[in-house]
Nanobody
Framework: QVQLVESGGGLVQAGGSLRLSCAVS????????MGWFRQAPGKDRDFVAR????????YVADSVKGRFTISRDNAKNTVYLQMNSLKPEDTAVYYC?????????????????WGQGTQVTVSS
């Protein structure tokens, strides 16, 4: 089992920044990659970013490219999502997810473990 706990969400004005953290515990040796997803009310859970647990290329959705950055600190078992130049359309619950399977995955159903989510609200 893998446990994920997100933090760092909140209310911010448009143009502002937030950094989300995802603390990872449990069976981390089986993890292949970590991802961030977001879900706005009445919408699907959408891919935001992905990073391999042990090195390799990161992926960021086109909608946030140039504004959001995913990173990790393996010593702290933590994954981060730095969000800059936030827009009202970034408002959503942001979820951290763990993927134990080899390969590149960008759909929510392909991930094995999920955190409880953290609310990000961007005011105009």
């Amino acid at each position: 089992q893998v446990q994920l706990v997100e933090s760092g969400g909140g209310l911010v004005q448009a143009g502002g920044s937030l950094r989300l953290s995802c603390a990872v515990s449990g069976r981390t040796f089986r993890m292949y990659a970590m991802g961030w997803f977001r879900q706005a009310p009445g919408k699907d859970r959408d891919f935001v970013a992905r990073i391999p647990w042990s090195g390799g290329s990161t992926y960021v959705a086109d909608s946030v490219k140039g504004r959001f950055t995913i990173s990790r600190d393996n010593a702290k078992n933590t994954v981060y999502l730095q969000m800059n130049s936030l827009k009202p359309e970034d408002t959503a619950v942001y979820y951290c997810a763990a993927d134990e399977k080899f390969g590149e995955h960008f759909q929510a159903y392909e991930y094995d473990y999920w955190g409880q989510g953290t609310q990000v609200t961007v005011s105009s």
